[in-house]
């Protein structure tokens, strides 16, 4: 892992820890929908406590823009997090000010505070410096558990670190082993299956993994940027034309480690009950558009996966929300999740695709950050992590 301190390097007995987790997750009428993230934070947050710590927690939820909404209140989590762990939880109506500092003052070791939303302050998307010293002023001690917002600059994960002694949480110190050493010491051969709709959002993870992989697989709809750069006719498919440079030049450095579809599952109309049919990658009818990858294509993909020792994926085959166009998604799911490899399935879109698929324990490692990982995957250093504390 990159040389930052972590939980291990801490002394807390007694002291106020304040802990940045993610818990940014769906909220339903006042109810937390899917609470893998609220989960993700509990080894970090159950070491602290046995290690006699008060545990001050913080975290954004929504984009509220620096406004008071109650929509976007923590209140619901804090409910949540006390029925997960077992134990009750304070809640403060604020991170800042008169609220937090008194909340903060009664909190004994042993117990858990959560503060209100960071991001109804518009100092925290601003990384302001007074914001930062008000949150550091709550406690001795700073840990950042939040990988999915490690990418960004904030008052609450970088403001803050720079402040107070600073450590990785465990699940920060799991994405960093997993995200990068893992890809810096990839065991061979190495492959990386890009999917999504848009090349533009891969263009650095492209061109940084052809360096470390031995081939990329590439699926879902920016697969059809290069297929137009190859001059095939994409009819109604998503193409983005802009990037169609872009792509003819990544194939001419690439050569045959950039791997495209041989076959593809095309529909009359963008919708689950359309007509559908499985053709030649340059057989696509006016009128038609491309949905999904094909059969031959999972079964070659499939091929190259059992024979690689390092896995890499990062966005869906296809539209996956259909239920006719998700095959080609779900059988590369089995497929890595069958093979005898290291496998990291990155952020967003492909982790809802494994967990779909119910290969979730199949797996090395699913990312909790989609923008987070996709960043660590294109080689740059994270604010929220090169903020902490050195070893």
């Given amino acids: 892992m990159l040389n930052k301190k972590t939980l291990n390097n801490l002394n807390v007995k007694g002291k106020k820890v304040l802990v940045r987790v993610d818990f940014n997750v769906p909220i339903n009428k006042g109810k937390v929908g899917d609470d893998t993230r609220i989960r993700a934070a509990l080894p970090t947050i159950k070491y602290l406590l046995d290690k006699g710590a008060a545990l001050i927690l913080t975290s954004h939820l929504g984009r509220p823009k620096g406004e008071a909404k109650r929509e976007f209140s923590l209140g619901p989590v804090s409910t949540h997090l006390a029925g997960v762990i077992g134990m009750p939880v304070k809640f403060a109506e604020d991170c800042l000010g008169k609220v937090a500092q008194t909340a903060v003052t009664s909190l004994r070791p042993g117990e858990i505070l959560l503060l209100e939303?960071?991001?109804?302050?518009?100092?925290?998307?601003?990384?302001?410096?007074?914001?930062?010293?008000?949150?550091?002023?709550?406690?001795?001690?700073?840990?950042?558990?939040?990988?999915?917002?490690?990418?960004?600059?904030?008052?609450?994960?970088?403001?803050?670190?720079?402040?107070l002694p600073s450590a990785a949480g465990f699940l920060l110190e799991k994405e960093l082993k997993y995200l990068g050493d893992t890809i810096a010491n990839a065991k061979e051969p190495f492959i990386a299956?890009?999917?999504?709709?848009?090349?533009?959002?891969?263009?650095?993870?492209?061109?940084?993994?052809?360096?470390?992989?031995?081939?990329?697989?590439?699926?879902?709809?920016?697969?059809?940027?290069?297929?137009?750069?190859?001059?095939?006719?994409?009819?109604?498919?998503?193409?983005?034309?802009?990037?169609?440079?872009?792509?003819?030049e990544l194939l001419e450095k690439a050569g045959d480690a950039l791997q495209l579809p041989v076959d593809v599952v095309i529909a009359d109309d963008f919708a689950d009950q359309a007509k559908n049919k499985i053709v030649s990658v340059g057989d696509v009818p006016a009128g038609w558009r491309i949905l999904d990858v094909g059969p031959d294509t999972v079964a070659a993909y499939a091929s190259i996966i059992k024979k690689s020792k390092t896995v890499v994926w990062n966005g869906p085959m296809g539209v996956f929300e259909f239920p006719n166009f998700a095959k080609g998604t779900f059988g590369v799911?089995?497929?890595?999740?069958?093979?005898?490899?290291?496998?990291?399935?990155?952020?967003?879109?492909?982790?809802?695709?494994?967990k779909q698929a119910g290969l979730g324990d199949k797996v090395s490692h699913i990312s909790t950050g989609g923008g987070a990982s996709l960043e660590m995957l294109e080689g740059k250093i994270l604010p929220g992590v090169d903020a902490l504390e050195d070893k």
Avoid at 126 to 141: G, H, Q, R, T, Y
């Fill in 193 to 248: 299956i890009l999917g999504g709709a848009k090349v533009s959002d891969k263009i650095g993870v492209i061109t940084n993994l052809l360096e470390k992989t031995d081939k990329i697989l590439i699926g879902g709809g920016m697969a059809n940027t290069f297929f137009k750069a190859q001059g095939y006719e994409m009819a109604d498919s998503l193409v983005e034309d802009d990037a169609v440079t872009t792509a003819t």
């Fill in 333 to 354: 799911a089995h497929a890595v999740a069958d093979a005898d490899v290291v496998s990291v399935i990155g952020g967003g879109d492909s982790v809802a695709a494994i």
């Fill in 117 to 163: 939303n960071t991001r109804f302050h518009a100092g925290e998307k601003k990384n302001d410096p007074a914001m930062a010293v008000a949150l550091a002023s709550l406690a001795d001690v700073f840990v950042n558990d939040a990988f999915g917002t490690a990418h960004r600059a904030h008052a609450s994960n970088v403001g803050v670190a720079k402040l």
